[in-house]
Protein backbone atom coordinates (compact mmCIF):
# COMPACT_ATOMS: atom_id res chain seq x y z
CA UNK A 1 0.00 0.00 0.00
CA UNK A 2 1.16 3.32 -1.06
CA UNK A 3 1.65 6.91 0.78
CA UNK A 4 -1.00 9.46 0.42
CA UNK A 5 0.58 12.59 -1.11
CA UNK A 6 -0.96 15.76 -2.68
CA UNK A 7 -1.48 15.45 -6.37
CA UNK A 8 1.39 17.64 -7.45
CA UNK A 9 3.77 16.87 -4.97
CA UNK A 10 7.35 17.04 -6.78
CA UNK A 11 8.09 14.06 -5.18
CA UNK A 12 5.22 12.52 -6.99
CA UNK A 13 7.15 12.20 -10.17
CA UNK A 14 10.75 11.44 -9.18
CA UNK A 15 9.48 8.43 -6.64
CA UNK A 16 7.43 7.26 -9.68
CA UNK A 17 10.24 7.42 -12.25
CA UNK A 18 11.56 4.93 -9.71
CA UNK A 19 9.17 2.69 -9.53
CA UNK A 20 8.08 3.69 -6.17
CA UNK A 21 4.31 3.81 -5.50
CA UNK A 22 3.08 6.83 -4.47
CA UNK A 23 -1.28 7.43 -4.69
CA UNK A 24 -2.41 10.26 -4.66
CA UNK A 25 -5.48 12.15 -2.59
CA UNK A 26 -8.15 11.51 -5.28
CA UNK A 27 -7.09 7.84 -5.87
CA UNK A 28 -6.76 7.26 -1.91
CA UNK A 29 -10.53 8.48 -1.23
CA UNK A 30 -11.34 5.23 -2.79
CA UNK A 31 -10.22 2.93 -0.59
CA UNK A 32 -12.19 2.04 2.71
CA UNK A 33 -9.10 2.01 4.96
CA UNK A 34 -7.54 3.86 7.97
CA UNK A 35 -4.68 4.86 6.88
CA UNK A 36 -1.56 6.21 9.46
CA UNK A 37 -1.82 9.42 10.07
CA UNK A 38 2.28 10.54 9.85
CA UNK A 39 3.53 14.45 9.90
CA UNK A 40 6.69 15.85 9.23
CA UNK A 41 8.50 18.60 10.93
CA UNK A 42 10.70 19.88 8.01
CA UNK A 43 12.90 21.93 8.95
CA UNK A 44 15.96 21.45 6.75
CA UNK A 45 16.57 23.95 4.54
CA UNK A 46 16.13 22.21 0.97
CA UNK A 47 12.39 21.09 1.86
CA UNK A 48 11.98 19.15 -1.83
CA UNK A 49 15.02 17.10 -1.05
CA UNK A 50 14.13 16.03 2.46
CA UNK A 51 10.73 15.25 1.59
CA UNK A 52 11.43 13.12 -1.00
CA UNK A 53 13.77 11.30 0.71
CA UNK A 54 11.40 10.79 3.49
CA UNK A 55 8.51 9.62 1.47
CA UNK A 56 10.61 6.96 -0.37
CA UNK A 57 11.05 5.69 2.67
CA UNK A 58 7.58 5.82 4.54
CA UNK A 59 6.56 4.13 1.02
CA UNK A 60 8.33 1.11 1.16
CA UNK A 61 5.58 -1.14 2.82
CA UNK A 62 2.28 -2.47 2.72
CA UNK A 63 0.41 0.82 4.98
CA UNK A 64 -1.07 3.02 3.82
CA UNK A 65 0.19 6.63 5.06
CA UNK A 66 -1.62 9.77 5.18
CA UNK A 67 1.43 12.43 5.20
CA UNK A 68 1.37 15.90 6.61
CA UNK A 69 3.95 18.36 6.04
CA UNK A 70 4.54 20.90 8.47
CA UNK A 71 6.76 23.94 9.19
CA UNK A 72 7.07 26.40 12.15
CA UNK A 73 5.14 29.22 12.99
CA UNK A 74 8.39 31.23 14.47
CA UNK A 75 10.92 30.15 11.77
CA UNK A 76 12.07 32.41 9.04
CA UNK A 77 11.05 32.04 5.56
CA UNK A 78 12.76 29.24 3.62
CA UNK A 79 15.31 30.67 1.05
CA UNK A 80 15.65 27.12 -0.82
CA UNK A 81 12.32 26.32 -1.55
CA UNK A 82 9.88 28.06 -3.27
CA UNK A 83 7.12 30.28 -1.52
CA UNK A 84 4.23 28.83 -3.65
CA UNK A 85 5.62 25.32 -2.74
CA UNK A 86 5.27 26.10 1.03
CA UNK A 87 2.16 27.64 0.59
CA UNK A 88 0.23 24.74 -1.23
CA UNK A 89 1.94 21.28 0.38
CA UNK A 90 2.70 23.05 4.40
CA UNK A 91 0.81 23.26 7.17
CA UNK A 92 1.91 25.46 10.50
CA UNK A 93 2.07 24.12 13.56
CA UNK A 94 -0.62 26.02 15.20
CA UNK A 95 -3.46 24.40 12.43
CA UNK A 96 -2.63 21.05 13.76
CA UNK A 97 -2.25 21.65 17.39
CA UNK A 98 -5.77 19.82 17.98
CA UNK A 99 -5.26 17.01 15.63
CA UNK A 100 -4.00 13.65 16.83
CA UNK A 101 -0.98 11.41 14.42
CA UNK A 102 -0.09 7.94 14.73
CA UNK A 103 3.76 9.35 13.94
CA UNK A 104 5.89 12.35 13.44
CA UNK A 105 9.35 12.66 12.34
CA UNK A 106 11.05 15.70 12.88
CA UNK A 107 14.29 16.28 10.58
CA UNK A 108 17.77 17.87 11.16
CA UNK A 109 18.33 21.70 10.90
CA UNK A 110 21.52 23.59 10.01
CA UNK A 111 21.51 25.02 13.21
CA UNK A 112 23.59 22.35 15.33
CA UNK A 113 26.59 25.12 16.35
CA UNK A 114 23.64 27.56 18.00
CA UNK A 115 23.28 26.68 21.53
CA UNK A 116 19.53 25.90 21.33
CA UNK A 117 17.65 28.18 23.15
CA UNK A 118 19.42 30.99 20.53
CA UNK A 119 17.30 28.78 17.92
CA UNK A 120 14.86 31.23 16.72
CA UNK A 121 12.31 28.64 16.95
CA UNK A 122 13.21 27.19 20.24
CA UNK A 123 10.15 27.66 22.27
CA UNK A 124 7.80 26.48 19.44
CA UNK A 125 10.16 23.66 18.95
CA UNK A 126 9.41 22.81 23.09
CA UNK A 127 6.18 23.07 22.65
CA UNK A 128 5.81 20.84 19.53
CA UNK A 129 7.55 18.20 21.68
CA UNK A 130 5.08 18.42 24.84
CA UNK A 131 2.16 18.59 22.23
CA UNK A 132 3.80 14.98 20.49
CA UNK A 133 3.44 13.50 24.53
CA UNK A 134 -0.58 13.48 24.26
CA UNK A 135 -1.10 14.11 20.35
CA UNK A 136 1.29 11.61 18.85
CA UNK A 137 1.62 7.39 19.07
CA UNK A 138 5.50 7.60 18.14
CA UNK A 139 7.62 9.98 17.14
CA UNK A 140 11.15 9.92 15.24
CA UNK A 141 13.59 12.81 15.86
CA UNK A 142 16.69 13.08 13.12
CA UNK A 143 20.05 14.52 13.63
CA UNK A 144 20.06 18.06 15.21
CA UNK A 145 16.22 17.31 16.30
CA UNK A 146 17.37 14.22 17.99
CA UNK A 147 20.37 16.06 20.30
CA UNK A 148 17.61 18.80 20.68
CA UNK A 149 15.02 16.58 22.19
CA UNK A 150 17.59 14.45 24.36
CA UNK A 151 18.42 17.96 25.77
CA UNK A 152 14.70 19.24 26.44
CA UNK A 153 13.53 15.33 27.50
CA UNK A 154 16.24 14.51 29.54
CA UNK A 155 19.01 17.21 29.82
CA UNK A 156 21.66 15.45 27.67
CA UNK A 157 23.98 18.20 26.23
CA UNK A 158 25.60 18.20 23.13
CA UNK A 159 29.36 19.31 22.64
CA UNK A 160 31.43 20.62 19.59
CA UNK A 161 33.52 17.91 17.92
CA UNK A 162 37.65 18.95 16.53
CA UNK A 163 36.72 17.73 13.65
CA UNK A 164 33.07 17.20 12.03
CA UNK A 165 31.57 13.78 11.61
CA UNK A 166 31.20 13.53 7.73
CA UNK A 167 30.77 10.62 5.96
CA UNK A 168 29.56 6.87 5.93
CA UNK A 169 30.51 4.87 9.11
CA UNK A 170 29.99 1.29 9.98
CA UNK A 171 27.26 1.03 12.99
CA UNK A 172 26.80 -2.66 15.60
CA UNK A 173 23.66 -3.69 16.43
CA UNK A 174 22.72 -3.47 19.86
CA UNK A 175 19.86 -5.07 20.54
CA UNK A 176 19.05 -7.18 17.71
CA UNK A 177 15.35 -8.03 20.06
CA UNK A 178 14.39 -4.52 19.47
CA UNK A 179 11.51 -4.07 16.56
CA UNK A 180 13.25 -0.68 15.32
CA UNK A 181 16.36 -2.89 14.03
CA UNK A 182 14.30 -6.10 13.57
CA UNK A 183 16.35 -7.69 10.32
CA UNK A 184 19.14 -5.81 10.56
CA UNK A 185 22.23 -7.24 10.13
CA UNK A 186 25.02 -7.08 12.92
CA UNK A 187 26.62 -4.36 11.41
CA UNK A 188 25.29 -1.78 9.09
CA UNK A 189 26.41 1.59 7.29
CA UNK A 190 24.96 5.38 7.79
CA UNK A 191 25.93 9.06 6.79
CA UNK A 192 26.26 11.69 9.51
CA UNK A 193 26.86 15.08 8.60
CA UNK A 194 27.46 17.01 11.84
CA UNK A 195 29.92 19.43 13.99
CA UNK A 196 28.50 18.68 17.55
CA UNK A 197 27.78 15.02 19.30
CA UNK A 198 25.65 13.93 22.27
CA UNK A 199 27.05 13.38 25.42
CA UNK A 200 27.82 9.73 25.58
CA UNK A 201 28.19 9.73 29.41
CA UNK A 202 25.34 11.03 29.85
CA UNK A 203 23.40 8.82 27.57
CA UNK A 204 24.17 5.97 29.55
CA UNK A 205 23.41 7.36 33.07
CA UNK A 206 19.82 7.44 31.67
CA UNK A 207 18.10 4.38 32.71
CA UNK A 208 15.24 5.72 30.34
CA UNK A 209 17.28 5.63 26.83
CA UNK A 210 18.67 2.38 25.22
CA UNK A 211 21.14 2.39 22.83
CA UNK A 212 20.43 0.20 19.60
CA UNK A 213 23.06 1.11 17.22
CA UNK A 214 26.75 3.00 17.26
CA UNK A 215 30.09 3.70 15.93
CA UNK A 216 33.44 3.25 16.88
CA UNK A 217 34.35 6.10 15.52
CA UNK A 218 31.44 8.49 16.05
CA UNK A 219 29.11 6.88 18.80
CA UNK A 220 25.43 6.34 19.29
CA UNK A 221 23.31 6.74 16.16
CA UNK A 222 19.78 5.16 17.41
CA UNK A 223 18.47 5.40 20.85
CA UNK A 224 14.82 4.44 21.65
CA UNK A 225 12.82 5.31 24.97
CA UNK A 226 11.93 2.75 27.74
CA UNK A 227 8.19 2.84 26.66
CA UNK A 228 9.15 2.49 22.58
CA UNK A 229 7.48 5.33 21.56
CA UNK A 230 10.16 7.87 21.42
CA UNK A 231 13.38 6.81 18.60
CA UNK A 232 16.28 9.61 18.34
CA UNK A 233 18.76 8.77 14.88
CA UNK A 234 21.86 10.74 15.30
CA UNK A 235 23.15 10.54 10.98
CA UNK A 236 21.06 10.61 8.35
CA UNK A 237 19.86 7.48 7.04
CA UNK A 238 17.63 8.65 4.83
CA UNK A 239 20.41 10.42 2.60
CA UNK A 240 20.43 10.32 -1.29
CA UNK A 241 23.75 8.33 -2.39
CA UNK A 242 25.10 11.89 -3.66
CA UNK A 243 23.82 14.01 -0.46
CA UNK A 244 27.00 14.03 1.72
CA UNK A 245 28.77 15.02 -2.11
CA UNK A 246 26.81 17.71 -2.71
CA UNK A 247 27.67 18.93 0.75
CA UNK A 248 31.38 18.34 0.31
CA UNK A 249 31.69 20.16 -2.78
CA UNK A 250 29.37 23.24 -1.80
CA UNK A 251 31.87 23.72 1.35
CA UNK A 252 35.03 23.34 -1.02
CA UNK A 253 33.68 25.95 -3.47
CA UNK A 254 33.13 28.53 -0.92
CA UNK A 255 36.78 27.57 0.44
CA UNK A 256 35.06 26.76 3.74
CA UNK A 257 36.82 24.18 5.19
CA UNK A 258 36.29 21.07 5.43
CA UNK A 259 38.00 17.03 4.80
CA UNK A 260 36.59 14.30 2.29
CA UNK A 261 33.74 12.16 3.37
CA UNK A 262 35.25 9.41 5.13
CA UNK A 263 34.62 6.03 3.81
CA UNK A 264 32.44 7.55 1.37
CA UNK A 265 34.12 8.12 -1.87
CA UNK A 266 35.52 5.00 -3.97
CA UNK A 267 39.33 5.21 -3.04
CA UNK A 268 38.86 8.25 -1.22
CA UNK A 269 39.15 9.84 -5.17
CA UNK A 270 36.41 12.74 -4.98
CA UNK A 271 35.91 12.56 -9.12
CA UNK A 272 34.32 8.67 -8.67
CA UNK A 273 30.40 8.45 -7.77
CA UNK A 274 29.75 7.64 -4.29
CA UNK A 275 27.58 4.39 -3.67
CA UNK A 276 24.78 4.24 -1.65
CA UNK A 277 25.83 1.27 0.73
CA UNK A 278 22.91 2.20 3.77
CA UNK A 279 19.80 2.21 1.45
CA UNK A 280 18.46 -1.49 2.53
CA UNK A 281 18.79 -0.36 6.03
CA UNK A 282 17.47 2.80 5.55
CA UNK A 283 14.41 1.16 3.91
CA UNK A 284 14.10 -1.56 7.13
CA UNK A 285 14.35 0.65 9.58
CA UNK A 286 11.44 3.10 8.33
CA UNK A 287 9.39 -0.43 7.36
CA UNK A 288 9.50 -1.28 10.63
CA UNK A 289 9.11 2.14 12.26
CA UNK A 290 5.29 1.89 10.58
CA UNK A 291 4.93 -1.57 11.52
CA UNK A 292 5.82 -2.81 14.52
CA UNK A 293 6.08 0.65 16.46
CA UNK A 294 2.76 2.34 15.01
CA UNK A 295 0.59 0.38 13.45
CA UNK A 296 0.62 -2.53 15.28
CA UNK A 297 0.59 -0.63 18.73
CA UNK A 298 -1.41 2.76 17.71
CA UNK A 299 -5.01 3.21 18.62
CA UNK A 300 -7.45 2.18 15.78
CA UNK A 301 -9.67 5.27 17.29
CA UNK A 302 -6.66 7.67 16.33
CA UNK A 303 -8.70 10.55 18.99
CA UNK A 304 -7.70 7.92 21.78
CA UNK A 305 -4.23 8.79 21.44
Known sequence: M?????EALPAVNTLENENIFVMTEQRAAHQDIRALKIA????????IVTETQLIRLLSNTSLQVDLTLLYPDTAQTPKHTPQEHMAHFYTDFSSVRDKKFDGLIITGAPVENLEFEDVLYWEELKKIMDWSRTNVFS??????????????RYGIPKHKLDKKAFGVFSHKVLDPRHPLVRGFDEYFNAPHSRHTAIDEEAVKNT?????????DEVGTLILADDAERQFFITGHLEYDYDTLAKEYFRDKSKGLPIDLP???FPGDDESKTPVNVWRAHAHLLFANWLNYCVYQMTPYDIESI
Not at 2 to 6: A, G, H, M, N, S
Not at 40 to 47: Q, R
Request: glycine content about 0%; hydrophobic content about 50%; charged content about 10%.
Open 2 to 6: PIKVP
Open 40 to 47: VLNLMPTK
Open 139 to 152: TIYICWAAQAALYY
Open 207 to 215: PALKALAAS
Open 262 to 264: KHY
